[in-house]
């Protein structure tokens, strides 16, 4: 599984690499923009990622604003529904309006921080990443 970890907080993006790596290539990115720059390049080496997990208060450009952007490329390269990114959204922000806007933009889970790697592991169950 190819993964992309994107958070602004190093603690965060730590607790998540050592979940996540054991299953598969974890790549980071530390904003917004760079999410969206490591989405683009993945796909141009004819690639793709498996999963990403999205903090939504980041610098840059927010996780909202990148969910939007990446759902937008699948998009442009005929890609929609089951076939795209699952994309979880690793967050702090448990409210209403934050969750409903995630799903919106098409994310397939939403967990609050700080994420155990037992609520990660069943979602990636659930989510058909893991058996």
């Given at each position: 599984?190819?993964?992309l970890i994107v958070d602004d907080e190093f603690t965060s993006r730590k607790r998540l690499i050592t979940f996540l790596s054991e299953?598969?290539?974890c790549d980071i990115a530390v904003n917004g923009k760079?999410?969206?720059e490591a989405f683009k390049n993945v796909w141009d080496e004819g690639d793709f990622y498996d999963l990403i997990c999205l903090d939504i208060k980041m610098p840059e450009m927010n996780g909202q604003e990148v969910?939007?952007?990446?759902?937008?490329i699948e998009q442009d390269r005929d890609i929609s529904g089951l076939d795209g990114v699952k994309i979880i959204m690793t967050t702090a922000l448990d409210d209403l309006d934050n969750i409903k806007s995630a799903?919106?933009?098409?994310c397939e889970a939403y967990l609050i921080k700080p994420v155990s790697k037992e609520k990660l592991i069943n979602t990636l169950k659930e989510l058909g990443l893991l058996k």
């Open positions: 599984m190819r993964i299953y598969g290539e760079e999410a969206i969910l939007k952007e990446m759902r937008n799903f919106r933009e098409q």
